[in-house]
């Protein structure tokens, strides 16, 4: 069982590691916000599920249940805080519209009565 268990886990160990290398990649490597975003949220949280699953194989049975709460934890807020950060560059027109395929949160917002376009552009402070 150990070969296995062993096996496993230099499987899973490495893979965890090669995504969160190219989730770091893309983050330092992509142009805008929204790939930069898609890139935190899927990679690193795939490849921390790999390497929390890979020490789990290893570890005594006793220990699962904190990896796994470690593991829901992950996939309940890497998204939510993606789509915050997502709206948040929306808001201050920190992204490219235009390069958008399809623009639902302008329609919403125009609902609500508050249009993106209506609010002045982001500024840095030091203008």
């Given at each position: 069982?150990?070969?296995?268990s062993d096996?496993?886990?230099?499987?899973?160990?490495?893979t965890?590691?090669?995504?969160?290398?190219?989730g770091?990649?893309?983050l330092?490597r992509?142009p805008?916000?929204?790939?930069r975003l898609h890139?935190a949220a899927?990679?690193?949280t795939?490849?921390?599920?790999?390497?929390?699953?890979?020490?789990?194989?290893q570890l005594p049975?006793?220990?699962?249940p904190?990896?796994?709460?470690v593991?829901?934890?992950?996939l309940?807020?890497?998204?939510i805080?993606?789509?915050?950060?997502?709206r948040?560059a929306?808001?201050v027109q920190?992204l490219d519209?235009?390069a958008?395929f399809?623009?639902?949160?302008a329609?919403?917002?125009?609902?609500?009565?508050?249009?993106?376009d209506?609010q002045?552009p982001?500024?840095?402070?030091?203008q």
């Amino acid at each position: 069982m150990t070969v296995v268990s062993d096996v496993i886990t230099a499987v899973l160990l490495p893979t965890g590691a090669v995504f969160c290398l190219l989730g770091a990649l893309g983050l330092l490597r992509f142009p805008d916000i929204i790939s930069r975003l898609h890139a935190a949220a899927k990679a690193q949280t795939l490849g921390l599920m790999f390497i929390l699953v890979g020490t789990a194989v290893q570890l005594p049975l006793r220990y699962a249940p904190v990896l796994l709460l470690v593991v829901l934890f992950q996939l309940l807020t890497a998204p939510i805080t993606s789509q915050i950060v997502g709206r948040t560059a929306y808001r201050v027109q920190a992204l490219d519209r235009g390069a958008l395929f399809r623009d639902e949160l302008a329609d919403r917002l125009a609902r609500d009565g508050t249009p993106v376009d209506a609010q002045p552009p982001y500024e840095d402070a030091d203008q």
